[in-house]
């Protein structure tokens, strides 16, 4: 079928597809009279149809910036934008090719019922009337959804507004669950905000720069082009069990005992205190060093070295490096950390390294977390999952209060302490006491750990809701009810990267067939349920954005000095916070936290945190006697490869089957040769991968790139206490 470019042609279609029903009340009405508000209208508003504008990349949390032409009001092609302060005229192969996955043959284009195509009435009604009746049956609580890090902040905001205050459910959380959790309790419990403090500029601004479970190159490739940037002859530290790409062009390369890294900052840290290695002024701003330095009495390393695989002198030069005080030090770290079932205190060993040596709040400085997807830091303030809107607290009645008066929604809808998490909801399912699921934007039959845990508690589900770009990911093929959204390129909004900066990105391209923006679907879904009046007052992402801006008021986020979106993309971003009196002067290009030594707990000075190291959940032994590893492939995959897999390019830049990393001496010891299909089985599952020989992998362990669909099926399901974040980087195998 054509698809029309102008609005009349745009309401028609809509209209064609969309037929008013008895339910559809006078604000319905008014979505399908103005589609376009909502992410089936037209071009950027004051573009021409031939023109150009610029767009945050979709993919990863680094949030470059991609300069798209527009042809005869569809985009045609894309290109780095030059001035922007995050990618700096860079993008890798993902970014360049952003817009082809869009065009896929799977791409959804109609709601679904059982698999069948059906329209958006028949799927609103069955929305509300299947999970009305199970909350009816069951109890408010019955129903549960899980969110991601790839939508807007403001599809974030209506969502959990709709889902908390409207449906009136308690338990929602996020796929950031899976890779950032630990970071932010990290930096909640010990600076009183999740506040990572740095910009990207302190990867060029570093003598020093430590990365543990981080492998940049691969996972962030233009945070790593910032890094080769650096003029100052930096150090680069990698402390990994594997030999990555990052390792291997670093200065060194510290290859640890897979989960030995918690004992390995303790060990640093009490070498640095022994010999005095430290900050007065950075400790006047902190509280419970001297617990700290009694605990470390257990950690010297002539204990340790053999825990960690390394020597003591290898361990003592380490301790030097990080705490000379004439340098700069910078410690990053992403999944490898906090993939774990101790990610927490281990992110807070970092955190304790960086303010017992004054290495925070400067430049080059700070223990500074990289997130994983685009917009998990917009997933981390306004999705309402385990914080209220604005990084506020359930528990607190202030909170609720301001909420409740800036939403204009009664305060009894609103709960006094968190739902579930996601591991939670998982076993609430299995207990049989959710019985409703929506999910959104995430791929959980591919990317939940222990894989064949989320096929068991699919089916003891009454219903499932599945909201995505794609009818062909292994969660949408499980669905009772499939509804269809646009993705990245296809409507409005903001999101947040790494650094704290909002970024905006623009409609380029009209989404295919019904599909709608998930910021009308959940209006949509909002006005059939009922008594959800309140969202209304925010048709578009636009008038979104200004609620987002008022909630952020007064907190460490607070952002009302950002007018509007136009602002954004004339500031080239702005890193939070920026409130309303910052506005006389434009934001500086880079700004990081901390500078004054003030923290955002009530004593305004930053914790020291720390717990003796946990047993492993599943040791080696004779009968699964590998260490398996997972972590991403290449730079040219993503997830779940439910967009790269889309593009032609990208697959040919990684293998199109699974593969497992294993030195050469183990398969020559076990006769495998190289290139050889092997089966890797665990406790509850065995798959099949073609033996790779590298010697990147220490004897004794294996590695698999995560985006393949059967390698979660491997995994072994423990989660860290604080953060409930999953253990994703280590279980035992055997492979044969």
Known sequence: MTIPTTHKGLTDLVRQHTQLHARTGPYTEELL???????????????????????????????CRLKISLKGGQAVNLTPSANYPVNLGMACPKGWEALAVLDSDDRASAPLINGKPTDWNTALDTFCDRFQAIQNKHGKDSVAFISTGQITCEDFFLLGSFAKF????????????????????????????????????????????????????????????????????????????????????ATRHVPLTPKSDLILLYTLAHCIVRDGRIDEESLARTEGFEDFCDFLKDYSPEKTAPKCGQTVAELESLARLVSDPGKRVSWWWTMGVNQSYEGVRTAQAIINLCLMTGNIGKPGTGPNSITGQCNAMGSRLFSNTTNLLGGHDFANPEHRAKVSRLLGVEEDRIQDSPGYAYDQIIEAIDRGEIKGLWIIATNPNHSWIAQKKFAHIREKLDFLVVQDMYQSTETAQMADLFLPAAGWGEKDGTFINSERRFGVI?????????????????????DRWGGCEFLKQWPTPADAFQALKALSEGQPCDITGIPDYQFLEEQGGVQWPFPAAANAAPPAKERRLYEEGNYYTPSRKAKFLFDHPSPLAEPTCEDFPFILLTGRGTSSQWHTQTRTGKSKILRKLYPEECYLEIHPDDARRLGIADRQTVTIASRRASITALAYYAPTVQPGQVFLPMHYPEVNQLTHASFDPHSRQPSYKYCAVKVS
């Open 33 to 63: 009279r103005h589609p376009g508000k909502f992410g089936l209208g037209q071009v950027p508003a004051g573009l021409a149809p031939d023109s150009t504008t610029t767009s945050v990349c979709g993919y990863c949390s680094t949030g």
């Open 166 to 249: 409207g449906m009136g459910t308690k338990h929602g959380d996020g796929n950031t669950r899976q890779c950032m959790a630990t970071s932010v309790v990290a930096y909640k419990q010990s600076f009183g905000f999740d506040a990572p403090p740095y910009t990207y500029a302190d990867f060029e601004e570093s003598d020093v720069l430590v990365f543990i479970g981080a492998n940049p190159a691969i996972a962030h490739p233009i945070m790593w082009q910032r890094v080769m940037n650096n003029t100052r002859d930096p150090k680069i530290v990698v402390i990994d069990p594997r030999r990555t790409e990052t390792a291997q062009v």
């Open 506 to 526: 623009r409609q380029v391209k009209q989404a295919p067939g019904q599909a709608l923006s998930d910021f009308r679907i959940v209006h949509a879904l909002a």
